[in-house]
């Protein structure tokens, strides 16, 4: 791992070294254009964060209503059908998932204004691949609440959402954040998916409809034709996707310290 | 001992491996990625003939076919371009097949035609309203090709444009790809490989391939030449060329290789 890590230092070396604050201020990404080229990673960085995290927050409503319907609200039977279900919508590889947002998704997206190719496909099918993991994990952390506990409220007169929303919910901000981690980390490097639906024009999207491209769908993209300071710009755009999620990881860690009690 | 005769074992397999390696000739063939699975297909079938010859193929792109064509790192370069002429002053070339570009709309759009600077106009964002070009008044979605694809510099090249010129409304990299897109919105255009479009269209897929200066984009223009928007599919080398490559190379250009050209959508060779 260490040595793959290494490896793509390594190779971004060239970049960062004569590229250096360009990789940031360039406006625009044309690393094959005559005149010296122009890196400027940052439309593709703010488009990465902006899909994964509106991915996140539209996801996490959904599956702890979803995991809280399986562990409180449904028979054991029906409970243990759902489950199965999350888990093989799960295992759904992300080409497929390209395939139904390229042909449902984007079509349906493009009569609400063109392209359809665009950070909206992009976050509805980031939804459609996060929310299977982040239900499973939500659920799992639920399951370690007693059933006990929920005998004791029907004896206090207390409603399953009450219980839920006041006893339940807040000691699970660690599982919670967890998985809200785990899924952000997982949004921003989701490349297949993505690609074929967020349209891959390099600019900042000043609308939903707007076309995008992140991180890695830049890499997929363009890497195959790459030579020389394009493919370091390349690998350098890898490590900048590592440190992001680096970064979320520990920011992930801090808030679940936090909720502890 | 246990050790030694592991060792002894090791050493026994790595001996025999090797000397069926040497057993075998291997040919290599480096470069484009749009030849490379041509040349591949054909290495398929020409290893069935010729059961101790290996030919192997990587990608990288025209350059690196050129590149390691010149330094004798590979047999054979692979080329989705006509040779440069500092480059044709060292290598030999032989074409082994056409590929041309077509422009692609949705089957609904009306537009019957476009000429060569309506379509630059498309494709700067001059004009981005189909009404202005004959067609309904529907905003243009520009469908253009990631950068370093051989089809977008073929493209480019042809219609003089830079890549910064273009004004995409989204950016694809595959020929599948931009079919889909433009199959699934009427107001899409793109550009693909000729056989590509053709292999949907006739499949029933509602794209449909607009004529370039009133000529028709169908595979047989392209091998009569009349098509123009075509680039041809080369394999180069540093001459002298014999033995197993020189075969291989006689058979890609034969008649025995035209239902593989064919079945990757590319066009035979006109004889």
């Known amino acids: 791992m260490f040595a793959a890590v290494g490896f793509l230092f390594l190779e971004a070396f060239p970049a960062f070294t004569e590229l250096r604050a360009r990789l940031w201020s360039d406006a625009t990404w044309f690393p094959t254009s005559d005149q010296s080229g122009s890196f400027g990673l940052a439309p593709m960085v703010l488009a990465s964060l902006y899909a994964a995290l509106s991915a996140v927050l539209i996801a996490l409503p959904i599956a702890v209503a979803a995991a809280s319907f399986i562990r409180f609200y449904s028979s054991a039977i029906t409970g243990n059908f759902f489950s199965r279900m999350v888990e093989i919508a799960g295992a759904i590889p992300s080409v497929l998932i390209g395939l139904i947002g390229i042909t449902v998704i984007v079509p349906q997206v493009n009569s609400l204004s063109p392209p359809g190719a665009s950070l909206l496909s992009a976050i509805l099918v980031l939804v459609l691949m996060i929310l299977p993991t982040m239900i499973v994990i939500v659920l799992a952390g639920l399951e370690r609440v007693s059933s006990e506990l929920l005998t004791a409220a029907a004896a206090c007169n207390l409603t399953r959402f009450s219980l839920l929303r006041y006893l339940i919910l807040p000691q699970q901000i660690r599982t919670i954040a967890l998985a809200s981690t785990l899924s952000l980390a997982r949004a921003i490097g989701e490349t297949m998916a993505v690609v074929m639906v967020a349209g891959n024009v390099v600019q900042i999207p000043k609308s939903i409809f707007n076309s995008v491209r992140v991180l890695p769908a830049n890499i997929a993209l363009e890497m195959p034709y790459a030579l020389g300071l394009h493919r370091a710009a390349l690998f350098a755009s890898g490590v900048v996707m590592i440190l992001v999620v680096v970064a979320i990881l520990a920011l992930g860690h801090m808030f679940s310290f936090r909720g502890q009690r | ?271």
């Not at chain 2, 057993?23 to 059961?51: M, R, Y």
């Not at chain 2, 090709?145 to 004004?167: D, M, V, Y």
Request: aromatic share 4%.
């Open chain 2, 1 to 271: 001992m246990r050790i030694r005769s592991r060792l002894a074992i090791l050493v026994c397999i790595a001996l025999s491996l090797k000397l069926t390696a040497l057993a075998e000739t291997t040919v290599v063939a480096t470069g484009s990625s749009t030849v490379a699975p041509l040349v591949s297909e054909l290495a398929q079938s020409f290893e069935k003939k010729h059961e101790d010859l290996r030919i192997e193929v990587e990608m990288g792109g025209s350059s690196r076919g050129v590149a390691d064509a010149r330094n004798k790192k590979s047999d054979l370069g692979l080329v989705s371009r006509a040779l440069k002429p500092d480059e044709a002053k060292e290598l030999q070339s032989v074409t082994i097949a056409l590929d041309g570009i077509a422009l692609i709309v949705n089957s609904a759009n009306q537009i019957k035609e476009l000429t060569a600077s309506q379509i630059v106009d498309i494709y700067t964002g001059k004009v981005t309203n189909w009404k202005e070009v004959g067609g309904s008044d529907i905003p243009i979605v520009v469908v253009n090709k990631a950068q370093g694809r051989s089809t977008l510099e073929l493209f480019l090249e042809h219609f003089k444009l830079k890549p910064e010129q273009i004004k995409a409304s989204a950016v694809i990299g595959d020929n599948p790809q931009g079919l889909k897109l433009v199959a699934g919105n009427i107001a899409a255009i793109a550009y693909v490989s000729i056989g590509a479009a053709e292999f949907e269209a006739n499949r029933g897929q509602p794209v449909r391939m607009l004529p370039l200066e009133g000529v028709p984009a169908t595979r047989s223009n392209v091998q009569n030449g009349t098509y123009s928007l075509k680039r041809p599919l080369n394999v180069v080398y540093l001459p002298p060329l014999s033995g197993p490559a020189r075969e291989f190379v006689d058979f890609a250009t034969s008649t025995l290789a035209d239902p593989i050209v064919e079945s990757l959508y590319f066009v035979p060779i006109a004889r």
